[in-house]
């Protein structure tokens, strides 16, 4: 009686559910969502194509370089790099000597401690250090910026889709204007004071103002490319990778050389196979009952037995 009435319950949900199924779905196909302008107008990233791509791709140093340079003089004002010391700069080719000097003249000191008072207190930066945040804490940082919190940009093209692509496309994606079909058919996303319109992020409408503006706003060293708008986007952006994961390039040496030693593993196993068992594997004749020989087998022993058919 128990196992019954439990049956009964269990059916009774199973219901429910269809119900609750079929119901939202016509509901879904008689009345669909109204479009959004964040579907109807936001972009896809650009493409970008970086040396680092691909599962043999390696940093480009002087990239890196002219990335670091964008960043500490344009971004860093901003944004902070909360997962990245000073002395990780070695990786990008800058010697011991360079990054100290790099560390000492930044223009954001370390918080810490005045040892007599307990107060707090900054310092100078040192190559052990990270990279200092911009602000002391978030209620600064959103009082200093139309109530946004700028990210920190250590992981950030790891925190979003399209990694890179989307940093680059967001940089260079900027528009003075909105579309004016997006003002005619949603006038509630028309850009408010104080926020910039920009195709490439989800909302559409970002507190961040263009960081990048004119070309030549960093100056590159002699034998760099021309400092053009474009190239410091691509430049930063990749910088940003490197800073999301810097032993990008021992991870591909890492996977090549355990793809080709599991190539040749794989090759010596299947000719260790064939050969130990070649001369040990029984030789079967596949055989069925639809072989002639068996079918007249079969009728033989039938017939014996009075059996018909």
């Given amino acids: ?8 319950v269990g059916l009774g949900f199973v219901g429910v559910l269809l119900i609750s199924f079929f119901v939202t779905t016509a509901d879904y196909f008689s009345n669909p969502p109204e479009p959004t302008a964040e579907q109807e107008f936001h972009h896809h990233a650009k493409e ?25 003089e344009v971004c860093a004002a901003c944004h902070g790099l909360s997962l990245v010391a000073f002395r990780d700069l070695a990786a990008l080719g800058y010697n011991e000597a360079e990054v100290k000097a790099i560390a000492d003249q930044w223009a954001i000191q370390v918080p810490t401690t005045n040892e007599e008072t307990g107060e707090a207190a900054t310092r100078k930066a040192i190559p052990a250090d990270r990279f200092p945040s911009p602000y002391p804490n978030e209620i600064a940082a959103r009082a200093a910026n139309n109530n946004a919190n700028p990210p920190d940009l250590s992981l950030i093209t790891k925190a979003r889709h399209d990694g890179a692509a989307y940093i680059y496309s967001l940089l260079t994606g900027y528009e003075r204007n909105q579309p004016t079909e997006l003002v005619r058919k949603f006038p509630a996303a028309k850009t408010p004071q104080g926020l910039y319109y920009n195709p490439y992020f989800p909302t559409l409408n970002l507190a961040m103002p263009p ?32 800073t999301a994961e810097p032993k990008l390039e021992q991870r591909h040496r890492s996977g090549l050389a355990v793809t080709i030693f599991l190539l040749i593993a794989t090759i010596i196993g299947y000719f260790a196979y064939r050969n130990i068992w070649a001369t040990h594997k029984a030789k079967v004749r596949t055989t069925g009952p639809l072989e002639p020989h068996n079918i007249a087998k079969t009728q033989i022993a039938k017939d014996q037995e009075g059996v018909a058919g």
């Fill in 1 to 8: 009686m128990l196992r019954f009435i439990l049956g009964l």
């Fill in 211 to 242: 960081p990048i503006t004119t070309n030549g706003q960093v100056t590159y060293a002699p034998g760099n490319p021309p400092p053009s708008v474009d190239q410091m986007a691509k430049d930063v952006s990749a910088f940003l990778v490197w």
């Fill in 48 to 72: 970008l194509h970086l040396a680092s791509d691909g599962p043999l791709g390696q940093f480009d140093e002087k990239q890196l370089q002219r990335g670091f340079q964008v960043y500490k």
